[in-house]
């Protein structure tokens, strides 16, 4: 068994003995793997071994390696990092889903290329966890506002939301804040369900509180290639 073998399974066992331990089925959960900074031969790699769903968060980079891996078929891209508008047409021609739409003035832009292309889109809202306003997402208190402004456009599938715990602190005290924040979501509209939380170092934590979406990179992937 190769490491990258190696790597995938450990995390896969250490999410179903988290998800065992607390009560939740497997089925609950998307592992998405973070490709970034690795070659599209990883990605070939992993979907060998079973896994679909991979994130990027820049796309010069996604935009080359989802085309040279288009032939498999099941893969399913997840851009997971801030989005400039001018990059949105590039995006949606690989993307899946979105779990950063931080702004209106991406959302005007990402609802105005979807109707363009006469496509969907998954959509999960960012949040913004800190005292800096200038941190992409919305801020927890904007979000029903922001939210209601996404349930307007009918091509974007608002699956829930999506944060980044705080390395300086537990995480739990950001995990917490999400949850709370997907259930006023929910008030808006119940298919918005979804928690997209957890990274390699806080995964088994961010599943605690109800995290169905996992961005695991480096835990499987290891050390990137800068």
């Not at 939301?161 to 300086?168: F, Y």
Request: proline content about 3%; charged content about 30%.
């Amino acid at each position: 068994m190769s490491a990258l073998a190696e790597r995938y399974a450990e995390v896969q066992q250490r999410i179903d003995a988290k998800l065992s331990a607390i009560g939740r089925s497997r089925g609950q959960v998307t592992l998405v793997v973070i490709s970034k900074n690795h070659p599209s031969d990883l990605v070939r790699d992993l979907y060998a071994l079973g896994q679909t769903d991979f994130g990027e968060n820049r796309d010069q980079e996604a935009a080359p390696k989802a085309a040279s891996v288009s032939d498999l078929t099941r893969a399913r891209w997840h851009f997971v990092g801030q989005l400039q508008t001018n990059k949105v047409k590039s995006v949606l021609n690989y993307a899946d889903a979105l779990h950063s739409l931080d702004r209106d003035s991406l959302l005007d832009e990402v609802a105005k290329q979807t109707e363009r292309l006469e496509r969907g889109l998954d959509v999960f809202i960012q949040l913004n966890l800190t005292d800096d306003p200038g941190r992409g997402g919305i801020r927890p208190d904007g979000l029903e506002a922001f939210a209601e402004q996404v349930l307007e456009h009918p091509r974007l599938r608002l699956r829930g939301v999506m944060g980044v715990a705080a390395l300086d602190r537990d995480p739990r005290w950001d995990f917490e804040t999400i949850r709370e924040a997907s259930c006023r979501l929910q008030e808006l509209d119940y298919q918005a369900s979804d928690i997209s939380a957890g990274m390699s170092h806080d995964f088994e934590a961010a599943l605690e509180f109800g995290a169905t979406h996992l961005r695991i990179g480096t835990a499987i992937t290891g050390e990137r290639n800068l």
